[in-house]
């Protein structure tokens, strides 16, 4: 019996790699070190990769969706 809708997708880990963020986000990765680089998105450079908390993302996008963003 088929379901309606697809199971939904894993909870990503507290803190993402750029792989995790650009699946949690649906945003290429080419598209996620632009922002990350120009400091438009929150994350912090750990040697030479990148690391987003996942509720430090999910409070920028609130911001952004009320607003709040800078673009």
């Known amino acids: 019996m088929s379901q309606p809708y697809p199971d939904p997708a ?3 880990p507290e803190v993402m790699t750029i792989d995790d963020l650009a699946a949690y986000l649906q945003v290429s990765k080419s598209s996620l070190y632009k ?3 120009g ?3 929150p994350g912090q450079k750990v040697g030479k ?8 993302i999910d409070r ?3 911001a952004r ?6 673009e």
């Not at 990769?49 to 430090?56: C, I, V, Y």
């Not at 969706?65 to 800078?70: A, F, I, K, P, Q």
């Open 49 to 56: 990769h990148w690391r987003f908390r996942r509720d430090t």
């Open 10 to 12: 894993p909870t990503p």
């Open 65 to 70: 969706e009320n607003g709040d963003g800078d």
């Open 35 to 37: 922002l990350a680089q």
């Open 60 to 62: 920028w996008l609130d």
């Open 39 to 41: 400091g438009k998105i």
